[in-house]
């Protein structure tokens, strides 16, 4: 199951979203380049899957 959720480039702030399979993992991380200003942000995915929600942590890397 996929969920979508938004999260915020930690280089510009701007919002993105991505698409998580929640069934991957409670915890994933991956890293994703920001839609805007293209910098790859290292994503810390958090699955709430009683709620069926995502949180998701931006960390520019860099
Ligand atoms: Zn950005």
Redesign the pocket.
Known sequence: MEIEATWY??????E?SSVVDITAGDEQTFVED??????P?TLHIAVDRDNEDVDIEAEYEG
Do not use: I, K, Q, R
């Open positions: 480039c930690g280089y510009c702030g701007e993105n920001c839609s805007v200003c293209c910098n942000n």
